[in-house]
């Protein structure tokens, strides 16, 4: 009779749903108490949308600056097959 090679991962046994302790999520710790807002989080998301937003602005209004630098600077020289 042939040999059966050993499994090499064994196979995990779990328990029935039923039998298994009630586990938390470790994502949430706390049932949300909307009464109380936790006002340093509102805070803080607000103010980092507020300076991204800023830095979004500054920027942009960075580059249209320099298309229209780049744009005046291409208009002036004397090359014909540039146009």
């Given at each position: 009779?042939?040999?059966?090679a050993?499994?090499?991962?064994?196979?995990?046994?779990?328990?029935?749903?039923?039998?298994?302790?009630?586990?938390?999520?470790?994502?949430?710790?706390?049932?949300?108490?909307?009464?109380?807002?936790?006002?340093?989080?509102?805070?803080?998301?607000?103010?980092?949308?507020?300076?991204?937003?800023?830095?979004?602005?500054?920027?942009h209004?960075?580059?249209?600056?320099?298309?229209?630098?780049?744009?005046q600077?291409?208009?002036?020289?004397?090359?014909?097959?540039?146009?």
């Amino acid at each position: 009779a042939a040999k059966m090679a050993p499994r090499r991962f064994p196979r995990r046994v779990t328990a029935p749903s039923r039998m298994r302790p009630f586990t938390r999520s470790a994502f949430v710790a706390k049932k949300a108490n909307n009464a109380q807002p936790n006002w340093l989080g509102v805070g803080l998301a607000f103010g980092t949308s507020a300076v991204l937003w800023a830095f979004l602005v500054k920027q942009h209004n960075e580059d249209v600056m320099e298309y229209e630098r780049r744009k005046q600077a291409r208009g002036h020289h004397k090359c014909t097959e540039c146009s």
